[in-house]
T-cell receptor, first 116, second 111 residues
Framework: DTGVSQDPRHKITKRGQNVTFRCDPI?????LYWYRQTLGQGPEFLTY????????KSRLLSDRFSAERPKGSFSTLEIQRTEQGDSAMYLC??????????????FGEGSWLTVV | EDQVTQSPEALRLQEGESSSLNCSYT??????LFWYRQDPGKGPEFLFT???AGEEKEKERLKATLTKKESFLHITAPKPEDSATYLC????????????FGTGTQLKVEL
């Protein structure tokens, strides 16, 4: 169990540029989540995949944000035309679905984005 | 809309001084209540999941309890290495699988 892996850990970009983050979930976890966290706040839900299907998107996820999970394995989160307000830590998480009760959700170390 | 409120925002303890962190929540049917620990610059580290009122879970110096309206994280005889931000989150029934987080309690344990 290597945990949830995210890449890159840090990204500095100029306003207006596109950025892409990658997440490799814990192997065999069929559920994958993206969250965003700013300083002093708790993580905010962005989107959720079960296998390759994107089942839920937050209204926080503007049209400039797109997430994919081809083949139900790794996932990418792309932000187009970045704005300074996009500066945050982007967290990926995964869990093993199939239970009626809540499932343990494991987080990666996050990808820090700074838009200058 | 699901809501989570954590208190206090910050807590400073002396080593060995036990205390409790509070997590109040409103949710349309609780599927699970989660506690995480987060160190600066890192992702949240899973601690506990509680599913129903009256449930308790323990791990080393930490003990989490749950009622129908709130959860407590009790820290017994804390050590400096327990210093971190502790996050509480709820997962609602029929609300997909997303977690709704509070803003956390920043704990500092001093020698």
């Amino acid at each position: 169990d290597t945990g949830v892996s995210q890449d890159p850990r840090h990204k500095i970009t100029k306003r207006g540029q596109n950025v892409t983050f990658r997440c490799d979930p814990i192997s065999e976890h069929n559920r994958l989540y993206w969250y965003r966290q700013t300083l002093g706040q708790g993580p905010e839900f962005l989107t959720y995949f079960q296998n390759e299907a994107q089942l839920e998107k937050s209204r926080l996820l503007s049209d400039r944000f797109s997430a994919e999970r081809p083949k139900g394995s790794f996932s990418t989160l792309e932000i187009q035309r970045t704005e300074q307000g996009d500066s945050a830590m982007y967290l990926c998480a995964s869990s093993l679905g199939g239970q009626l009760s809540g499932n343990t959700i494991y987080f990666g170390e996050g990808s820090w984005l700074t838009v200058v | 809309e699901d809501q989570v409120t954590q208190s206090p925002e910050a807590l400073r303890l002396q080593e060995g001084e036990s205390s409790s962190l509070n997590c109040s929540y409103t949710v349309s049917g609780l599927r699970g209540l989660f506690w995480y620990r987060q160190d600066p610059g890192k992702g949240p580290e899973f601690l506990f999941t509680l599913y129903s009122a009256g449930e308790e879970k323990e791990k080393e110096r930490l003990k989490a309890t749950l009622t129908k309206k709130e959860s407590f994280l009790h820290i017994t005889a804390p050590k400096p290495e327990d210093s971190a931000t502790y996050l509480c989150a709820v997962q609602a029934k029929g609300g997909g699988n997303k977690l709704t987080f509070g803003t956390g309690t920043q704990l500092k344990v001093e020698l």
